[in-house]
Nanobody
């Protein structure tokens, strides 16, 4: 069984910062791309940032220059540093990882965390 557990969400004032973490646990052979997505009320889930296992990153235009994604492969963790937060960043943030599991060594699949709420408000 695989688990992705996010943490670090909360309430922050506009202009503030938060750092999200996502720890992956379970019988994992390989971790490929990892990423963060978000879903605001009444909207579809959207990509925030991704990072490959080689360290290449990709960001949504709305967060470029403000957010930074990083990963620690040894700790099976992906981070999202969010600075200069805006009210429009309010959403549930989800961790995503493309994994190969020991129980299915010839397959790769995407797995999701349960999400962590980020609220930006004064």
């Amino acid at each position: 069984q695989v688990q992705l557990v996010e943490s670090g969400g909360g309430l922050v004032q506009p202009g503030g910062s938060l750092r999200l973490s996502c720890v992956i646990s379970g019988s994992i052979l390989s971790i490929y791309a990892m990423g963060w997505y978000r879903q605001a009320p009444g909207k579809q889930r959207e990509l925030v940032a991704t990072i490959t296992n080689g360290g290449a990153t990709n960001y949504a235009d709305s967060v470029k220059g403000r957010f930074s994604i990083s990963r620690d492969n040894g700790q099976k963790t992906v981070y999202l540093q969010m600075n200069s937060l805006k009210p429009e960043d309010t959403a549930v943030y989800y961790c995503n990882a493309n994994l190969r599991l020991t129980v299915r060594p010839f397959e790769r699949a995407d797995y999701w965390g349960q999400g962590t709420q980020v609220t930006v408000s004064s």
